[in-house]
């Protein structure tokens, strides 16, 4: 009887420690705090970040920031979900959605030994500041998407062709 090779299953991946994480926070100047869940909430430029870091979603941890916007009428509504997706298009990082009318916005960070985290976490959080900037704009000036969604379908009805054109 033959047996079938099997491949090692691969370590666990760990999530770095919290001490750790909040070590690193301070040392950027941060204050965070440890909230009732366990998610680690500290403040940056005026917004509130919270950091959740589940060992059941380990190799991953979930910065946002919640409560960035919050849609009235059902005009507005629009606007605000026009404006989440030109976030969501243009960035790579961060994502805009929505739960009962309120716009937050979200970074899945890859979690590693906490020595190399720290400039993942940071370029995390300016990401989320430049989506929240772009966000509020595009609600406040929704012509910015309407320019963005008409460049995309002039590129998109037009192909590319590698040919110069033909000249006489």
Same mark, same amino acid.
């Given at each position: 009887? %033959?047996?079938?090779?099997?491949?090692?299953?691969?370590?666990?991946?760990?999530?770095?420690?919290? %001490?750790q994480i909040c070590a690193l926070l301070e040392q950027e100047?941060?204050?965070p705090e440890l909230d009732d869940d366990g998610? +680690?909430?500290?403040r940056c430029e005026g917004l509130v970040y919270l950091l959740s870091i589940d060992?059941?979603?380990?190799?991953?941890?979930?910065?946002?920031?919640?409560?960035?916007?919050?849609?009235?009428?059902?005009?507005?509504? %629009?606007?605000?979900?026009h404006a989440m997706d030109f976030v969501n298009r243009r960035s790579k990082r961060v994502k805009a959605y929505s739960v009962h009318q309120r716009v937050h916005l979200s970074v899945w960070l890859p979690m590693a030994p906490a020595s190399s985290w720290a400039d993942? +976490?940071?370029?995390?959080?300016?990401?989320?500041a430049d989506a929240r900037t772009m966000l509020i704009n595009a609600i406040r000036l929704p012509e910015l998407v309407t320019v963005d969604q008409a460049r995309r379908a002039n590129a998109a009805a %037009?192909?590319?062709?590698?040919?110069?054109?033909?000249t006489h």
């Amino acid at each position: 009887m %033959s047996t079938v090779p099997v491949a090692p299953l691969p370590a666990p991946r760990r999530t770095p420690d919290i %001490s750790q994480i909040c070590a690193l926070l301070e040392q950027e100047g941060f204050k965070p705090e440890l909230d009732d869940d366990g998610d +680690l909430v500290f403040r940056c430029e005026g917004l509130v970040y919270l950091l959740s870091i589940d060992e059941h979603d380990a190799p991953w941890g979930h910065l946002l920031v919640p409560f960035v916007w919050e849609t009235g009428c059902p005009r507005e509504h %629009s606007d605000v979900m026009h404006a989440m997706d030109f976030v969501n298009r243009r960035s790579k990082r961060v994502k805009a959605y929505s739960v009962h009318q309120r716009v937050h916005l979200s970074v899945w960070l890859p979690m590693a030994p906490a020595s190399s985290w720290a400039d993942a +976490l940071l370029r995390c959080i300016r990401a989320l500041a430049d989506a929240r900037t772009m966000l509020i704009n595009a609600i406040r000036l929704p012509e910015l998407v309407t320019v963005d969604q008409a460049r995309r379908a002039n590129a998109a009805a %037009s192909p590319a062709t590698s040919e110069p054109p033909v000249t006489h």
